[in-house]
Each structure stands twice: as structure tokens, then as C-alpha cells.
């Protein structure tokens, strides 16, 4: 069955980095765009980034020159370098595929990983 499990979030001090790794299951990555997402309490989800499969990128301006996505489809993996991170950053961040283009919407994302939690704090 189609599965996406997020991995290496955790406690930051401001400043600091974390890579975040979305492990794909089930389906064939080739074919298929990644979105990162995050949902900080009490807010929507809002789309990070994304890498389609044609490798093309865009990421949302607030984490633009801080954040990096790349994707392995060999490993089946997705990946999402955070840099130089602010308490705004402070979220839980969930993978997500869609068959197609990237976008910004996430209805149109039909599987979702479960998250995982990332806190920027000192």
C-alpha cells in the first residue's frame, strides 16, 4: 500500500539546522511530485516546497535561501534541508504526493505522510 513516513524532526535552538526525510512506499516516486507542508497550532496547513519529477523546485518565499528539497528516487526517499531556523518555523511538517504537477493546494495531494514535529526554539 502507498505509504509516506516523515522523519528527523526535533528540537532546535534558532539558528540551527535539521534535515528532514520523507521515506516513500508503494508507489513509483518517478512519476510522482513531493510537497512539503507544515501546520503550526492553530493555523492552516500551508505548502514549504516541492520538487516534482521532472526536478523542478519552488518553494514558498519565507523559506526561501534557508530551505533545500531534493529528492533520491532510487532510495525512494524525499528530503528537506532546513537552515538557519526561526521560531515561526515551528510546525509539524507532513510529505505529500501528488501525480502531476506541483501545487499549492492540498486537495490536490491524494497521500499524506503522518508528520513529524519541528520546534525552533531557545
Known amino acids: 500500500q502507498v505509504q509516506l513516513v516523515e522523519s528527523g524532526g526535533g528540537l532546535v535552538q534558532p539558528g540551527g539546522s535539521l534535515r528532514l526525510s520523507c521515506a516513500a512506499s508503494?508507489?513509483?516516486?518517478?512519476?510522482?511530485?513531493i510537497g512539503w507542508f507544515r501546520q503550526a497550532p492553530g493555523k492552516e496547513r500551508e505548502g514549504v516546497s516541492c520538487?516534482?519529477?521532472?526536478?523542478?523546485?519552488t518553494y514558498v518565499d519565507s523559506v526561501k535561501g534557508r530551505f533545500s528539497i531534493s529528492r533520491d528516487n532510487v532510495k525512494n526517499m524525499v528530503y528537506l534541508q532546513m537552515n538557519s531556523l526561526k521560531p515561526e518555523d515551528t510546525a509539524v511538517y507532513y510529505c505529500a504526493r501528488r501525480y502531476g504537477y506541483c501545487s499549492g493546494f492540498t486537495n490536490n495531494y491524494d497521500y499524506w505522510g503522518q508528520g513529524t514535529q519541528v520546534t525552533v526554539s531557545s
Open positions: 508503494g508507489f513509483t516516486l518517478d512519476n510522482y511530485s
Open positions: 520538487i516534482n519529477r521532472h526536478g523542478s523546485i
